[in-house]
């Protein structure tokens, strides 16, 4: 229902590495003034933007080359890759962290990669054109990683 609301709205875009980073800077932000840990802060927000290097791996995988920045973002931005692993972008990888976190008694660094891990889950959820199955990763491998499952029929 949120997609169809969105779309009302014209306001349904693609999260891309500039809205990870202001979003995590607020969220960081937040934590810090909450929890004034500056480790939750600092953890939340590295991981927050640095759980989308796992579109490197996807890239080298597909085309098994060297990295070209400019071509890398022309690729994801332009929907041209059609292997979809992302290993960090996993509701299964948040349940782990989740249970690490509890298991090593809410350690800060922990509990930041888990909030910037989930925020930016969250968010790519909402806003990216994916079905309720694409952060799954069992759902992923069980349909060969491939891209065009992850929209939205």
């Keep these: ?14 999260m891309k590495i ?6 995590s800077i607020i969220f960081s932000t937040l934590l810090f003034m909450v929890f004034k840990s500056w480790k939750i802060a600092v953890s939340s927000f590295l991981s927050g933007v640095l759980i989308d290097g796992d579109h490197i791996f996807d890239y080298f995988w597909e085309f098994r080359k060297r990295l070209i920045i400019k071509e890398f973002f022309d690729v994801y931005h332009n929907e041209k890759i059609r292997f979809f692993m992302v290993i960090f972008h996993s509701w299964e990888l948040l349940v782990l962290l989740s249970i690490s976190a509890f298991l090593m008694s809410w350690n800060p660094w922990i509990v930041g990669v888990t909030i910037g891990f989930t925020q930016h889950i969250i968010l790519d959820q909402i806003f990216n054109n994916t079905n309720s199955h694409t952060y799954f990763f ?6 060969g990683f491939r891209m065009q499952k992850r929209f939205i029929n």
Excluded: E, G
Aim: net charge positive.
């Design 1 to 14: 229902m949120h997609h169809h609301l969105l779309d009302a709205c014209n306001i349904r875009r693609k």
């Design 18 to 23: 500039k809205s990870h980073v202001l979003a």
């Design 138 to 143: 069992i759902w992923r491998l069980k349909n």
